[in-house]
């Protein structure tokens, strides 16, 4: 996929409000450089869903869950910082290794995530 991006993305393609917020944030030097942070940071998406929604987890999984969570969400913070600041699922993202700590996968849950973060901290494991 970052290839894909890479070979047909452009700068000419984002918005000039877009790119200057991301070249701000990112303290980058020109807006050309903007278009390999939109790649790093869906590559990263595709590497999380793809490690979300694998059919079984080993012990390095979880962590490895857990450190994709935390660097999306600090890149997404930064990309897209007005959107994501709005949207009240995004917390919710920290708490899927727990979820998969506590039921084994992601696939197939049928616990609600409400429940699920009741009370519980995903700092805690």
């Known amino acids: 996929m970052p290839f ?3 070979r047909y993305l452009k700068a000419t393609h984002f918005k000039d409000d877009f790119a ?7 303290e980058l030097t020109n807006l050309r450089q ?3 942070i939109i790649t790093k940071t869906w590559s990263l ?4 869903c793809a490690k979300a929604f694998a059919s079984e987890f080993y012990k390095a999984d979880y962590q490895e869950l857990d450190h994709l969570v935390v660097k999306l969400i600090k890149i997404l913070n ?5 959107i ?3 949207l009240p699922n995004v ?3 920290r708490y899927l290794p727990l979820i998969a700590i506590t039921y084994g996968t992601l696939q197939n849950v049928s616990v609600s995530l409400k429940e699920m ?9």
């Open 4 to 6: 894909i991006l890479s």
């Open 20 to 26: 200057k917020t991301i070249k701000r944030n990112f």
């Open 34 to 36: 903007v278009k390999a």
């Open 45 to 48: 998406f595709a590497k999380f």
């Open 78 to 82: 930064k990309v897209y910082p007005d």
């Open 84 to 86: 994501i600041s709005n």
């Open 91 to 93: 917390p919710v993202l």
């Open 117 to 125: 973060m009741h009370g519980q901290d995903p700092e805690q494991y």
